[in-house]
């Protein structure tokens, strides 16, 4: 394996990580908008931010319920 497939599949991962991050923060409800905006921006950082968000964030908000009352 050479250095640009290296670096292409990490690349690649910390896009596909950060894409299920910032579906993960629409889909919960942090209290506060300006909390649910903080963690996009957070985790809108290149390479660390999803792993900051998946570390100290993941498990702050709480899932919204769509048509439970159906």
Do not use: H, Q
């Not at 640009?4 to 910032?22: D, M, N, P, R, S």
Request: with cysteine.
């Amino acid at each position: 394996m050479n250095t640009t497939t290296f670096f292409v599949g990490v690349g690649i991962f910390f896009y596909v990580i950060t894409c299920l991050a910032i579906f993960d923060i629409a889909k919960k409800d942090f209290g506060k908008l300006a909390y649910k905006f903080m963690w996009g921006v957070i985790a809108l950082i290149p390479f660390i931010g999803c792993i900051i968000y998946f570390v100290f964030g993941y498990r702050k908000g709480k899932r919204i319920e769509k048509y439970s009352n159906l």
